[in-house]
């Protein structure tokens, strides 16, 4: 509603009649919103644990609003070409975006033809997930502190795979190198596949993962688990200790995934959204399917959501400068 109010008294001021009645009718049109169905937009190609989660978030979106929540991907470019189409669509409401955290990231990395803090809004985190450290089965490290110790005995020996440039995965590692003070050399994959299955094979010692695809090759034997790089121990991992309590305080990494909207949609149906999807992340049977998928529920509203992607572009933005990252 603030942007247009703004809009409104740009250049002269309007009349106190006029401007009540543009409220009262913002008001009225956000309070009778969805009146047709909504269109997410997922910036990731169909399939996997992140269009699993969103089609989940749709799901459960239709049946509170009273409207179907309709998914549409449009992957690539490392999700800028959904994020930008979302940031050009129209202010009402009827798109919405599936954003993920790589928005806090790619701006340091390559110019972009929009600016995602002033041309997308935050309406709500979803759902956050930590990675998972694992390691080849023949390696004589069974923990995070044996990795570090044999790091810094073997500088430049041990490959880390991640699956490309600019990923939480990447700059996880990159962190964990500036952290415990190691050379581990990161070595990109196409792909989160491509990179465990070199890992399997020896190609590569150790990966940073998201628990959803690596989990199954920790279940069955095929990697070791070393630590999980949240806050706190996974619900999906729970035997599985954090870096942070592995030895190396401070330390954490997670991405995570939300809804955003154009500028200056109003503010009433960005509260309406927030509101929806708060209420999913305290469900559980909701909590369940998303932990099941190696999601952590955690709905935030705008403001914190805001903060949110400050403080990870100020994080991942120094650590890219500082290592000298660049693009593909």
Known sequence: MRHAIGALLRGVAAPALTLALALACGAASAQSWPQRPVRMVIPFPPGGSTDVSARLLAQELSARLGQPVVTENRPGAGTMIGNE??????????????????????????????????????????????????????????????????????????????????????????????????????????????????????????????????????????????????????????????????????????????????????????????????ALSRDPAVVERLRVLGFEAEARGPEHFARRIEADLGKWGGLIREAGIRPE
């Open 85 to 278: 189409a979302v940031a050009r669509a129209a202010a009402d409401g009827y798109t919405i975006l599936y954003a993920a955290s790589s928005i806090a990231i790619t701006p340091t990395l390559r110019n972009l033809p929009f600016d995602p803090r002033r041309d997308l809004a935050p309406v709500s985190l979803f759902i956050r997930a930590p990675l998972i450290v694992v390691a080849n089965r023949e390696m004589p490290f069974r923990d995070v502190p044996g990795l570090v110790a044999y790091a810094r005995s073997n500088p430049g020996r041990l490959n880390v795979a991640y699956p490309g440039i600019g990923t939480t995965n990447h700059l996880a590692a990159a962190l964990f190198n500036r952290s415990a003070g190691v050379d581990i050399v990161l070595a990109p994959f196409a792909g989160n596949a491509a990179g465990l299955t070199a890992l399997i094979r020896g190609d590569v010692q150790i990966a940073f993962d998201s628990v959803a695809s690596a989990g199954g090759f920790v279940a069955d034997g095929s990697l070791r688990a070393l630590a999980v790089t949240g806050e706190a121990r996974s619900p999906s991992a729970p035997g599985v200790p954090t870096v942070a309590e592995s030895g190396l305080p401070g330390f954490e990494t997670t991405f995570w995934f939300g809804l955003m909207a154009p500028p200056r949609t109003p503010d009433a149906i960005v509260a309406r959204l927030a509101a929806e999807t708060e």
